[in-house]
DNA sequence: GATCCTCGAGTTCT
DNA sequence: CTCGAGGATC
């Protein structure tokens, strides 16, 4: 790097990560993520390493935070409230044990593990044994007077009482919100009509910053204690291990998870271990710490800059970011529903890229308050599934807008109902192509007819070629047909090269962008530039070749007899379709006509038939045409099946269209009866139990060892209840484990299970 | 009419 | 995984 961009690189981060400090420590409202934080803050830390020259006395590496907010009385602390660096993987972590072994000149010496809480730090000042004041960590220097705040919190000991208590004595800790009550909170608020707080760890800060002290009191906030800040005139332990055991004798709560580890494996242990374990517990954990056990070891140490040499935050991947509401878009359900999602400013959660997640329907963006433009916090629910959890209503600027459910449906235009009494808002043209697209999509479903080799996309551009106007029509498609189209498409896109390449008079390095430009069907903002940087491009002039060749392209689909018109996506995926994928899909097609009639009941998408109505449904009549000639009365006396579900049935089944569904399917011989299925010998061993099976099984999937419960006569449940009689738990089980916990439902490992799919009894 | 349970439907990313 | 709604039950 040249001297002069060094300069400005660093000057530029000085000032972010003020400006970040300040909405942090300041105003509470941090705008990034603590991760990306730390990403500036060590990438600043770096280059001053490398360039000690360029190091400022005003530069953020040399204090530790920013000034305290007012409202409190401001506490100097003694002895500086250290922040801890961090690592995020091994490989970090063994360099930093390696730095270690050398200053120590030691191959192998202890270590304290201990849980990160995701709180807020503090120390508590007792004197002769009474607690006469707590602070809160500011910048590290100097913090806020919530000693009156603090009392409130009950694991707090007044005063200690045990021998050899040190004259004046420090003790440090961290402040959490607890999941459960944070969760009852939000409750609450909701209930009460308030916008629900975004994070515990916030409103941990918010609680402890409350000026009236019975509003602090009323919120469950607890405290593990973790680190000596000073003692006077007293015994001191000689190690943090010892430190620990010594809080607990006095009376301090200390983290039981805890641990002393010996080597820097059983510190890599403790970390998997509790990268697995931290959701269930009751608190927010961020990472491990690790401090070297030794005092005087870590005395020799010593600090650099503000951060100790002897410990070390060992971090999660986050699971929890905050990143920008772009906008609310709507899709069109199989149903009709119109379901709002979120489009979110990409960013990294739990180690995915999350740039969308559903939004439920309009009551739950009612109720969380989000708006267009919000900055929210986003998480993965269950480490998976993005969600939005709730806006950051201290970041509002003003410019940030409600969202409105559309008056017409987004795909068809036509007017949508909302039905009273209903969450859901609905598009009720039974020829809105958004909802036979995802008919489409469903009927070949695993589960459905099954037809292997057609995904959503291929079935979209099916749709979008005019191939497949109903769900029947896959059972016409050819071989020919296909790659005949195949074979116009890769026509059109060699024209529309061609004819922007005339109209426009490009040059080579020009068609080479018109070709990445009919290669992908859409354009994120990181690609854009990227192809802008390598062809030396502006992006104004890549849009407008983009539009150019959007353009011919429409014009170039309808001459050549493809279709009126089509999506980009459906080009591209026409045109990698090969001869061998046409014939393992025909193939695929041809085999699904042999599925059960309950696959085929499913598939047909009766709002309110899953596969489980569609067992029971094929169980009582048997036959298609049966089913079909079923009245209202007759369906709803059967168990399981009430008016609602026997009114949708009937009045799909009414619809012409549909019953020409059910005759084209048996033309092309699918089959409307039931085959006889001979009942298994030994289908009582479990029998009327009911199993809920959660996490990932070694020896089997999960649907397999569901249809296993099912065949022994059991039924496989989806939620634990009391009615439970086991729950089988495999890797990385979630919620459930601590639900049968709670409810004392009996669990079963995989071995067990296995023994109990045998024996039909439980340990 | 309230409460529990089960099922359906939609969902993200690698 | 989550939410909503249908069905069963008291």
């Not at 006095?250 to 890599?268: D, I, K, W």
């Not at 962008?513 to 491009?537: G, M, P, S």
């Not at 959007?550 to 999506?567: N, P, Q």
Request: hydrophobic share 40%; glycine share 8%; with cysteine.
């Amino acid at each position: 790097m040249v001297e002069a961009d060094l300069r400005q690189r660093i000057e530029q981060l000085r000032k972010e990560i003020q400006e970040h400090n300040y909405r942090y420590h300041v105003l509470d409202t941090p705008i990034i993520s603590d991760a990306q934080f730390d990403a500036l803050m060590r990438e600043l830390v770096e280059l001053e390493t490398r360039h000690p020259e360029l190091v400022t006395p005003d530069s953020p590496t040399q204090r530790v935070g920013a000034a305290p907010a007012e409202g409190f009385a401001e506490v100097v602390h003694p002895i500086p409230m250290i922040s801890l660096g961090n690592v995020f993987d091994n490989e970090e972590l063994r360099a930093w044990h390696r730095r270690v072994q050398q200053r120590l000149e030691m191959e192998s010496f202890d270590l304290v593990c201990e849980l990160k809480i995701d709180g807020l730090a503090v120390a508590l000042t007792y004197e002769q044994g009474r607690f006469v004041r707590g602070a809160t960590r500011g910048d590290g220097l100097r913090g806020e007077d919530v000693t009156a705040n603090l009392r409130t919190i009950r694991s707090i000991p007044l005063t200690v009482s045990v021998a050899g208590v040190p004259e004046r004595l420090e003790v440090r800790g961290e402040v959490y919100f607890p999941k459960s009550g944070f969760k009852k909170l939000n409750e609450e608020r909701i209930a009460a009509g308030e916008p629900p707080y975004a994070n515990p760890r916030n409103t941990a800060a918010g609680s402890l910053r409350q000026l009236d002290p019975r509003i602090t009191a009323s919120r469950p906030l607890n405290v593990y204690l973790y680190a000596l800040g000073y003692a006077e005139d007293g015994a001191i332990p000689s190690t943090q291990w010892d430190a620990l055991a010594r809080f607990r004798e006095m009376g301090f709560r200390t983290n039981p998870a805890n641990a002393l580890c010996h080597s820097l494996e059983e510190v890599q242990g403790f970390y998997r271990r509790w990268l697995e374990e931290k959701e269930a517990l009751d608190f927010g954990v961020d990472g491990v710490v690790v401090k070297v056990n030794r005092f005087n070891y870590q005395q020799h140490l010593g600090t650099v800059g503000r951060e100790p040499r002897w410990a070390i935050a060992y971090k999660f991947p986050a699971t929890q970011q905050v990143t920008r509401l772009i906008n609310i878009g709507v899709n069109v359900g199989r149903t009709g529903t119109l379901n709002p999602y979120a489009i979110l400013e990409p960013v990294n959660v739990g180690g995915a890229t999350v740039k969308m997640a559903t939004l439920h329907n309009e009551d739950d963006i009612r109720r969380k308050d989000l708006r267009i433009g919000d900055w929210v916090v986003v998480e993965r629910a269950g480490e998976v599934i993005p969600q939005v959890v709730a806006p950051m209503t201290a970041r509002r600027t003003g410019e940030e807008r409600e969202f409105k459910m559309p008056e017409r449906c987004p795909a068809c235009g036509e007017p949508v109902v909302r039905p009273p009494g209903e969450a859901a808002t609905y598009c009720v043209n039974t020829a809105c192509p958004a909802q036979f697209a995802r008919l489409l999509v469903h009927f070949v479903s695993r589960g459905a007819m099954d037809v292997e080799g057609m995904g959503e996309k291929l079935a979209l551009a099916l749709i979008d070629a005019g191939l497949v106007k109903d769900v029947a029509d896959i059972y016409s498609l050819t071989r020919e047909q296909l790659l005949g189209l195949k074979e116009k498409i890769a026509r059109v896109i060699s024209g529309v090269q061609k004819e922007v390449a005339a109209r426009h008079q490009l040059s080579n390095a020009q068609m080479q962008v018109v070709k990445r430009l009919t290669d992908e069907a859409l354009l994120d903002k990181a690609e854009a530039e990227t192809i802008c940087a390598r062809y030396d491009l502006t992006l104004e002039r890549l849009m407008s070749l983009k539009g150019a060749v959007d353009g011919v392209l429409v014009e170039t689909v309808k001459t050549a007899g493809v279709a009126e018109t089509i999506e980009w996506e459906s080009i591209l995926t026409l045109e990698k379709l090969a001869a061998k994928s046409v014939d393992n899909l025909m193939a695929a097609i041809a085999a699904s006509k042999q599925r059960p009639l309950t696959s085929v009941v499913y598939a047909l998408g009766i709002r309110h038939v899953g596969y489980e109505t569609a067992q029971m449904l094929v169980r009582h009549f048997g036959s298609l045409p049966k089913l079909m000639r079923a009245s209202d009365e007759e369906l709803a006396n059967i168990p399981g099946i009430g008016p609602k579900i026997a009114e949708s049935i009937v009045s799909h089944f009414r619809r012409e269209a549909n019953q020409r569904v059910v005759e084209r399917l048996e033309e092309v011989g699918v089959p409307m009866e039931e085959a006889a299925t001979p009942r298994e010998g030994r289908a009582t061993v479990l029998a009327g139990m009911q199993i809920v099976v959660t996490g990932r099984l070694a020896g089997m999937s999960r649907s397999q060892a569901e249809d296993r419960i099912k065949e022994l006569g059991g039924s496989a449940g989806s939620s634990v209840t009391k009615k439970t009689a086991y729950l089988v738990v495999g890797e990385d089980a979630g919620s459930k484990l601590a639900q049968a916990e709670k409810l004392g439902v009996p669990i079963l490992d995989e071995q067990q299970f296995l023994q109990l799919l045998e024996t039909g009894k439980g340990p």
